[in-house]
């Protein structure tokens, strides 16, 4: 089951979500999650400054949210609560980022797991009945 489609492989958070006036259309709480998305993406860049790939996605970022307004207070680091708008229904989700920045392992400095629940019995029954369409 997946709120985003069946295959989320290969796919680009920048090009498929941030810059994607579908999305800020789908997500209610929009200049938090954009914005909390383009800071995380920030911080990456801190990390491997000569990334060039990710430095175009940042600008293509940065440009398209131009003219959202960014929030006063930024959310937890590594937090933030998408609530998508389906027609009348506000589906509420918590999303986690779990990270393995462990200075003395190198090789898992990258993986990062990310997870949307659903925060509320309206969201659940959302995806339950999503679950249940798609076998």
């Not at 925060?119 to 679950?131: K, L, P, S, T, V």
């Amino acid at each position: 089951m997946s709120l985003f489609g069946a295959d989320m492989a290969g796919r680009n958070f920048v090009r498929d979500f941030l810059a994607n006036p579908h999305a800020a259309q789908l997500v209610d709480n929009w200049p938090e999650v954009a914005w909390a998305g383009l800071d995380r993406l920030r911080a990456h860049l801190d990390r491997s400054p000569f990334d060039a790939e990710l430095a175009q996605l940042i600008a293509l970022a940065e440009a398209t949210l131009a003219s959202t307004p960014r929030p006063a207070a930024p959310p937890a680091q590594l937090t933030v609560c998408p609530w998508f708008r389906l027609g009348d229904v506000l589906i509420r989700t918590i999303v986690v980022a779990a990270r393995f920045d462990a200075p003395a392992e190198v090789t898992l400095d990258e993986l990062r797991i990310e997870l949307i629940y659903p925060a509320d019995a309206e969201a659940e029954q959302y995806f339950r009945q999503a679950a249940s369409r798609t076998g």
